[in-house]
């Protein structure tokens, strides 16, 4: 449910995304989304730090969290690893996209 698997997360992290403060925090953000991931509309379970700035500090930059689906905050983080850049991943998507429409 939340994203605590990866190893580059420290202990103090892991810590905090178990707290009651996270917790509340997620669902302000879950909610803000109508349960919507951001990038396939599917339903989400799943928060997103987009530039991760914040951390620890999120309940006042919510601008920073997007809500996913599971599948898509996997893909994501497998390809990004811990980088939290949504906006990489949009640019990438972008410019496969135009690839295989043969803009390139
Ligand atoms: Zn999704
Ligand atoms: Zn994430």
Not at 53 to 74: I, T
């Amino acid at each position: 449910m939340i994203h605590v698997n990866d190893s580059k997360v420290s202990p103090e992290y892991r810590a905090y995304l178990e707290s009651s403060k996270w917790q509340e925090i997620r669902n302000r953000v879950l909610l803000r989304e109508n349960y919507r991931c951001c990038v396939c509309g599917d339903k989400a379970t799943h928060v997103h730090h987009i530039r991760g700035k914040h951390r620890f500090n999120e309940a006042s930059h919510l601008e920073d969290l997007c809500a996913m689906c599971e599948p898509c905050h996997d893909k994501l983080h497998l390809y990004f690893e811990f980088c939290d850049n949504l906006k990489a991943y949009y640019e990438q998507k972008r410019h496969e996209e135009a690839k295989a429409k043969g803009y390139y």
